[in-house]
């Protein structure tokens, strides 16, 4: 059995528009990597982390990373030493499910270097742990999706219950983030405690004709089951330039438009990569003409969740 191994773990979209806690997807870029070595003296250690411009601690029990292969090494009983290198490849804090990705590429790293000793639900619950230290809250709308990949429904989070959901293989993703950073825990407290029966009930019609839409390969039905009820209106005030960014997707031919998880990223949906480049395009007018710093990332959906490099 080797003693290392790199992996590559994905972005994520939680929410995914419509499914609040619910629904998420993975994307093919950006993602992180992270190198996994056995050492000699037991406990996990973190070497060296990449890319955070030093705002991520090296404290192994305060990084989802860690945590998670920690979560794994405590349940399969061994004692045994690893240490970590942590290539972050994403902007954290931004709605891209950046803590989950490392903790996704901790768990699934350790559960391959040690032979898969694991079915993936459970590498799933020691991803959470990770994840649960990073947000507070047990909602695996980006764990999910960037473990198992694709757009997955986390039908309960206890237990978990997750379902993949075919994905049109023509479908495209722009993401657009600007650089503002928006708490979780904050965007969360922004939304209603209790929604109204009639609007609640808009949002399942919502949330049952966008995975009709997918299962289907409908897109039209996707596009207009593309509306929110629930967490949008409320956090949309949060990040700057949000209508102007949303009505140019949409000029520009999106299928649909909503923020990416807590934000502030915002994504779009296309049919194409060329119009996925055009709505990219006209996504960032705003940012560029009020010089607001901004990245783009245009991608495919991630069909495998994380993968050994
Ligand atoms: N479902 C979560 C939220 C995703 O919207 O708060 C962010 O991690």
Known sequence: MADSIKVFAPASVGNSCVGFDVLGFAVEKPGDELLLRKTEKPGVVIKSIAGDNGQLSTNPTKNTATIAIDAFLKDFGRETGLEVELFKNMPFGSGLGSSAASAVAGAFAANELFGQP?????????????????SGAHHADNVAPCLYGGMTLIRSNSPFDVIKIPVPSDLWVVLLYPEVEIKTSEARSLLPYEIPLKTASKQWG??????????????????????????????????????????SAMDAGAMGFSISGSGPTMFAFCTSEESALEIGKAMSVYYIENKI???????????????VL
């Open 293 to 307: 710093g901004h990245q783009l990332f245009i991608s495919q959906i991630n069909q495998c969740g994380p993968k």
């Open 118 to 134: 694991y079915p993936i639900e459970k590498v799933l619950e020691f991803a959470m742990e990770g994840e649960f230290f990073a």
């Open 206 to 247: 919502n949330v049952a004709g966008f995975i009709a839409g997918f299962m289907s390969n409908d897109k039209a039905l996707i596009s207009r089951s593309m509306k929110d009820y629930v967490a949008e209106p409320y956090r949309s005030r949060l990040i700057p330039g949000f209508n102007e960014c949303k009505k």
